[in-house]
């Protein structure tokens, strides 16, 4: 590096210029993620890890194979990623669990202890649920007539508090968020039941320097530290957005 571009780089430093991680992110799917704000509970834990180290957070809102496409092509320099071999680059610490279960009304005592209890019960599973539930689910949901998956997680919750399903299945807080969305909205108060019968799925963010990673693992220590990652979790899990 010359002298020239050494000067460059410690003048846009001195004049407050920081550095810039621009993430492909999911679409909207609250609690998580809502697009039209930029906020939700990966997007503030993710702005608030880099604002703790200085680094300015710029997300993009797309499906997931457009966002590893941006990332492979050098467009963004992250990349949200669940599975850490999906593609190359440096995976940061998991900065928040995804936790999939099985919802039914309670007043209907369901027995759901294990994925075979679901084999003759109406099941409405999230998009791709089929595929990434294990092979397990995927044998047993081939085989039941009655089962569906649903591109709108709202309209899944709906459908239980309608007793249209049996069941439903997708992850704990968005099951929640619709539940309290529709209680309050639509007068559906109905209790429902939680059958835990998956494990928990990991999110890191992937990137293309282990510079950056670094950086985001440091901020990510830093705001669990301080009580600020906490702080997030609670705001989004206890009342209605």
């Known amino acids: 590096m010359n002298?020239?571009?050494?000067?460059?780089?410690?003048?846009?430093?001195?004049?407050?210029?920081?550095?810039?991680?621009?993430?492909?992110?999911?679409?909207?799917?609250?609690?998580?993620?809502?697009?039209?704000?930029?906020?939700?509970?990966?997007?503030?834990?993710?702005?608030?890890?880099?604002?703790?180290?200085?680094?300015?957070?710029?997300?993009?809102?797309?499906?997931?194979?457009?966002g590893e496409a941006l990332f492979k092509s050098g467009r963004v320099n992250g990349v949200i990623n669940k599975l850490e071999h999906s593609i190359?680059?440096?995976?940061?610490?998991?900065?928040?669990d995804y936790y999939n279960v099985v919802a039914s009304l309670k007043n209907r005592k369901l027995k759901i202890e294990t994925i075979d209890d679901l084999a003759d019960l109406s099941v409405a599973g999230f998009q791709t649920a089929k595929n990434v539930l294990g092979d397990k689910f995927k044998s047993v949901m081939t085989k039941n007539t009655k089962y569906t998956e649903v591109a709108e997680q709202l309209t899944q919750v709906e459908q239980l508090l309608r007793k249209r399903v049996d069941a439903i299945v997708g992850d704990i807080l968005?099951?929640?968020?619709?539940q309290r969305n529709l209680k309050e909205d639509a007068g559906l108060n109905a209790e429902?039941?939680?059958?835990?019968?998956?494990?928990?799925?990991?999110?890191r963010i992937m990137f293309k320097t282990a510079e950056m990673r670094d950086s985001f693992n440091k901020g990510l220590k830093i705001i669990r530290k301080k009580k600020i990652y906490s702080g997030i979790i609670k705001r989004y899990t206890s009342k209605k957005k």
């Open 3 to 66: 002298i020239k571009s050494i000067l460059v780089i410690l003048l846009l430093t001195t004049l407050g210029f920081a550095e810039e991680a621009h993430i492909a992110m999911a679409l909207s799917k609250p609690p998580y993620i809502f697009e039209e704000d930029a906020s939700g509970l990966e997007c503030d834990i993710v702005r608030e890890s880099f604002k703790a180290v200085g680094i300015d957070f710029r997300p993009s809102f797309v499906p997931l194979n457009r």
């Open 174 to 178: 968005i099951i929640k968020y619709y």
């Open 88 to 96: 190359e680059g440096f995976p940061s610490d998991s900065y928040i």
């Open 192 to 203: 429902i039941a939680i059958h835990d019968l998956f494990p928990s799925t990991a999110y």
